[in-house]
């Protein structure tokens, strides 16, 4: 059974940091594509990073570059998200995803290409 589990959201004051934890599980083939989207109240679900092992890059989109990193152990099938210099407006729900096909992070970043989907993690910016 595939699984998806997030951890590590919460609670933060604005400029804080937090680091998000994805751990996968039960896929029988490898997937190529881990994922982090968020959806903040009464938004749409946006793509926020992603990492590839197709290429070994990462993708970060514009909102949240120079602030979060996201990364990699294949070893372990887990992904992180290291979030810093945290804003309220990074307050939402985060969703951790895979996709299984083989390509670079920023061109399979949409939520189209994700196969397999975390239940998320609040994370909330907030004096």
């Known amino acids: 059974q595939v699984q998806l589990v997030e951890s590590g959201g919460g609670l933060v004051q604005p400029g804080g940091s937090l680091t998000l934890s994805c751990a996968a599980s039960?896929?029988?083939?490898?997937?190529?594509?881990m994922a982090w989207f968020r959806q903040a109240p009464e938004k749409e679900r946006e793509a926020i990073s992603c990492?590839?092992?197709?290429?070994?890059?990462?993708y970060h989109t514009d909102s949240v570059k120079g602030r979060f990193t996201i990364s990699r152990d294949s070893r372990k099938n887990t992904v992180h998200l290291q979030m810093n210099s945290l804003k309220p407006d990074d307050t939402a729900v985060y969703y951790c995803a895979t996709a299984f096909i083989k390509g670079g992070s920023e061109a399979i970043c949409t939520e189209s290409h994700m196969d397999n989907w975390g239940k998320g993690t609040l994370v909330t910016v907030s004096s």
């Open positions: 990492v590839s092992n197709a290429d070994n890059s990462t």
């Open positions: 039960g896929f029988s083939r490898p997937f190529y594509v």
